[in-house]
């Protein structure tokens, strides 16, 4: 619950300062903004953990809680928890790819698609798509329909999800008027939204990744190699709810934020998991496709250097 209050309690007052510093400078309001950015991150957190149901004990409390909090992030609590619990039994297996992932293909399936899917996986992998259109489409339009499939409860919930964000929305405009809320939420709303996708984009997108085919796959493989330990100094590693620890949050989705630092600190093995830093993790950027043959990300800049590889391997081959 303390997490709770340290987190909800300054956004709002972030929130009110960014409002009331428009009335000198947007520029001026940008300054609390992007702080108040970093705690709707933190909310998210708390909204993931208990699409998991670690946050709290009781699976009630849980819902309700990520049900709340989905609705100042712009997340269905039911829909994303079923996307997300796919995501984590599949991360990794290159034959159970699509729910849950950004979209990834392998040099061979890039080499071998039509000019028009190229060109298509180039424009979703450039990063001002990826980290700027990325989550206006997935926050505001992805997110207010319901998933092919869903069940009844999933819907309703998604509904609901929609109206309560829209009464929110409506409540704020009533009280501050709707262009403070568009300049203020608006700019919150993007900064937390590109830092959300970079966070899930970098802790699966490293060189030295982990992606196999189903039949060589392995869970604890995918967990402990597939997924970084994002090394961030402590402001950021606080506004991010620790998921910097994405190793020990997908060998065991069942520890919540406020724990993982210190399950990665008392388990050994874990000492040598692929680790990056605010640093390195700008490489990440650069990083396109799966090299299947040398298991590692490779940038379209590398693709010809390994295509001609490949080809000339296969020639000394047949030789």
């Known amino acids: 619950m303390w997490q709770i209050i340290n ?34 991150t933190r909310i998210f957190i708390i909204f993931h ?20 909090m989905g609705v100042l992030t712009l997340f269905p609590f039911d829909q994303w928890g079923h996307e997300h619990s796919v995501h984590h039994a599949t991360s990794g297996n290159l034959d159970k790819r699509g729910t849950g992932d950004i979209w990834t293909l392998t040099v061979d399936e890039y080499l071998a ?15 001002l798509v990826m980290f700027g259109i990325g989550p206006i489409y997935v926050f505001l339009l992805k997110n207010r329909f319901n998933r092919k499939g869903a069940r009844k409860k999933e819907k309703m919930n998604t509904y ?21 809320v568009l300049l203020v939420q608006g700019s919150i709303f993007l900064i937390s939204g590109s830092v959300g996708i970079w966070l ?5 997108t490293f060189e030295d990744s ?9 869970y604890v493989k995918a967990a402990v190699e597939g997924s970084s330990f994002y090394k961030l100094p402590k402001l950021m590693q606080f506004l991010t709810g620790n998921i910097g620890y994405h190793h020990v949050h997908h060998l065991s989705p069942r520890v919540p934020n406020y724990k993982l630092e210190e399950a990665h600190n008392n388990t050994l093995p874990l000492k040598n998991v692929p680790t990056i830093t605010l640093a390195t993790s700008l490489r990440s950027i650069r990083f396109r496709l799966w090299d299947e043959e040398n298991k590692n990300f490779i940038g379209f800049k590398d693709l010809r250097y390994v295509a001609e590889k490949s080809v000339s391997a296969k020639v000394k081959s047949e030789i």
């Open 7 to 40: 987190t909800l309690g300054p956004f709002i007052i972030l929130w009110y300062l960014t409002y009331i510093s428009l009335s000198v400078s947007y520029w001026l309001a940008l300054v609390p903004a992007v702080i108040a950015a970093g705690f709707l």
């Open 49 to 68: 953990d208990c699409t998991h149901h670690s946050f709290f004990k009781s699976r009630r409390i849980n819902r309700i809680v990520g049900t709340a």
């Open 113 to 127: 698609a039509p000019l028009k899917l190229r060109l298509a996986y180039r424009f979703y992998r450039n990063p």
């Open 160 to 180: 609901l999800t929609n109206v309560l964000i829209v009464v929110l929305v409506g409540l704020l405009c009533l009280a501050v008027g709707w262009q403070s």
């Open 200 to 204: 899930f984009y970098v802790q699966h």
């Open 210 to 218: 982990y992606f196999e085919e189903d039949k060589e796959w392995e």
